[in-house]
């Protein structure tokens, strides 16, 4: 059994999904329901024996200590964590605490539970924190892409709070010998992704006939990697990777930013093309956001040769599949379309103006 944090948010739900799909191992699902959660992500799974979720939060350690102690899971597969740059620039607060208060607290939990085992179930745990790549900072343009061994140089709110945790996730295993792995992936993408991140937003505000905001220039550069590649790594990690190592993951496609935009547009005039115009047209650039890294590029050197996993989908494959899945999900989008998030739209992306 393994207990997941956060898996009812977007990588985590793809995970939980594909893990039960492709193994069969049940799975002990931690959510809080924070604005990204959404049971909807989980609706396949309803009435199936092997999948428990448990609303709650990781800094409730009582509840963790419980399930700990009543599952007794072979591994924790950490996703739990406030993970938008943007919000974490208009409330900094909420990711400190989620992201290295709470994961702090899940750790004395997994330390605790980890000292009390024996024999083979002690030796089998596993704690495995699922990190980013921006933690890295920002690379040049010519700059060769970051390795697991590249120094941590955090530039937001958010890729600080991660480096935090990434942190306490290491002191943990060479202090007390907790079994860690840790994984930093690069730009997500795929089915059930909340829409304030780059594709599904430009898909919602394209069907909608709205601008479609796009930072600065639009030449921030980002590796892409889709979600179920992501999920298949993490498993693979899990498996068979060294203790106390970390992983980079990515889709190896490095790509600007307004030409994924430009290629979103594409698909969405081939699949449900304008009564008149192209989506294109919608493209408005807007001030950039503060401190904006300029390029993010992750070596997968690593876990190709330790664990031979690569990407199975190249990212024209996984783009058409994500513009269709959100296509096909109308009454998914409906649902978490909310005035909330409508309300934090506006104010995100109204306010800029023109770039």
């Not at 700059?143 to 290491?170: C, I, Q, W």
């Not at 030409?259 to 650039?285: M, N, Q, T």
């Amino acid at each position: 059994m393994l207990l997941v944090t956060g898996g009812a948010g977007f990588i985590g739900a793809n995970f939980v999904l594909s893990a039960i799909a492709q193994t069969g191992e049940p799975v002990v699902n931690l959510d809080k329901l924070g604005y990204a959660g959404n049971l909807r992500n989980l609706e396949s799974l309803r009435g199936d024996a092997r999948h428990l979720f448990v609303r709650g939060d990781i800094g409730d350690r009582p509840l963790v200590r419980s399930l700990l102690a009543r599952h007794r899971p072979r591994a924790i597969v950490h996703f739990a964590a406030e993970s938008h740059v943007d919000r974490s620039i208009h409330g900094p607060a909420e990711f400190i605490q989620t992201n290295v208060v709470g994961t702090f607290s899940l750790l004395e939990e997994a330390r605790a539970h980890w000292s009390a085992l024996a024999g083979a179930e002690r030796a089998g745990f596993r704690f495995l924190q699922v990190s980013t790549d921006e933690v890295y900072g920002s690379l040049g343009a010519h700059e060769a892409a970051f390795t697991e061994s590249t120094p941590y140089a955090p530039n937001s709110p958010y890729s600080a709070s991660k480096a935090g945790s990434d942190h306490l996730v290491r002191a943990y295993h060479h202090t007390y010998g907790l079994p860690t792995l840790t994984t930093h992936c690069s730009n997500n993408y795929g089915p059930y992704q909340f829409p304030e991140k780059l594709l599904p937003l430009m898909i919602e505000r394209a069907l909608a006939g709205e601008p479609l905001p796009v930072y600065g220039d639009g030449r921030n550069v980002r590796d892409w990697l889709y979600v179920l590649d992501h999920c298949t790594a993490i498993r693979e990690v899990l498996a068979r990777g060294r203790v106390g190592e970390t992983y980079n993951v990515g889709g190896n496609c490095e790509m600007r930013n307004i030409d994924v935009v430009k290629l979103v547009c594409a698909l969405l005039d081939e699949a449900r093309p304008r009564p008149s115009g192209r989506y294109e047209e919608l493209i408005a650039f807007v001030a950039d956001r503060p401190g904006h890294d300029r390029r993010y590029a992750v070596d997968t050197a690593k876990i190709r040769g330790e664990l031979g996993w690569q990407p199975a989908e190249s990212f024209e494959t996984g783009l058409r599949k994500t513009v269709h899945w959100y296509l096909e999900h109308r009454d998914w989008v409906s649902e978490v379309t909310s005035g909330a998030y409508r309300n934090w739209v506006e104010a995100n992306y109204a306010v800029r103006g023109a770039a």
